[in-house]
């Protein structure tokens, strides 16, 4: 059995060096796969503060501090938010979709245009990201990040604060239709019984004429 060392691809059966076009394909869809089963062997996600809530701020790299220290301000203050750092990209933890899943909004925080989010986006196209990236060479201000975050979570409020209003109001409405419906009932019961006395009285009216009649 000969091996063949160096960085051309192989024929997937005898290990020579291959240009089919076939192959190549087969040998791509293999490789793809040994790098997916890294995710057996790697930790899995696990946010800071939070395990779920309104706000999940994810970052990765020397990020960490600062990111770190903006989320814990706001946890201490009672906010729902969560911390989630990525240290493994290719591939991405297993439970990363899990721990998106959790949060109402998810902001993605980086030092560049959007490296990490743009992964995250081809994995996970369903997801609604934010993102809050600096471009300067220097990092996160932990003052900025809090103002960025707490924003964030005051719209989150402000709007389920907004869907239980409209959840009240639309109860409200169904119980006024409830009553309406129960009231046309009792009325329309009460017609019927009337609508019956009625018929028994024209009866009653139509057998003494008979009868008179009968007398004349």
């Keep these: 059995l000969e091996h063949r060392v160096g960085g051309l691809e192989k024929d997937q059966v005898t290990g020579n060096v ?10 791509t869809h293999v490789r793809a796969e040994k790098v997916k089963r890294v995710q057996n ?12 809530g309104d706000l999940l701020v994810v970052g990765w790299g020397g990020t960490y501090g600062s990111l770190h220290s903006a ?13 989630a750092h990525f240290n493994y990209i290719n591939p991405l933890p297993r439970n990363t979709e899990e721990v998106l899943g959790k949060f109402k909004k998810v902001i993605v925080c980086e030092l560049n245009k959007g490296q990490l989010v743009s992964v995250l ?10 993102q809050y990236n600096k471009v300067m ?3 996160f201000s932990v003052t900025d990040l809090v103002k960025k975050f707490k924003n964030i979570l005051d719209e989150v409020s402000n709007i389920a604060k907004d869907q239980s209003q409209g959840i009240h109001e639309v109860t409200d ?3 006024s239709i409830e009553e309406g419906a129960q009231n046309n009932a009792a009325i329309s019961e009460e017609s019927a019984a009337a609508s019956e006395q009625l018929s028994a009285q024209s009866n009653q009216m139509l057998e003494i004429v008979s ?3 009968n007398m004349i």
Aim: hydrophobic fraction near 25%.
């Design 18 to 27: 291959s240009y089919v076009p076939e192959n190549h394909e087969y040998m």
């Design 41 to 52: 062997n790697i930790p899995e996600l696990e946010p800071e503060y939070n395990k779920e």
């Design 71 to 83: 989320v814990r301000k706001l946890a201490s203050q009672g906010y729902k938010i969560g911390h």
């Design 121 to 130: 986006r081809s994995n996970f196209n369903d997801k609604d990201l934010l």
């Design 137 to 139: 060479g220097l990092p």
């Design 173 to 175: 409405s169904l119980t």
């Design 211 to 213: 009868q008179l009649r």
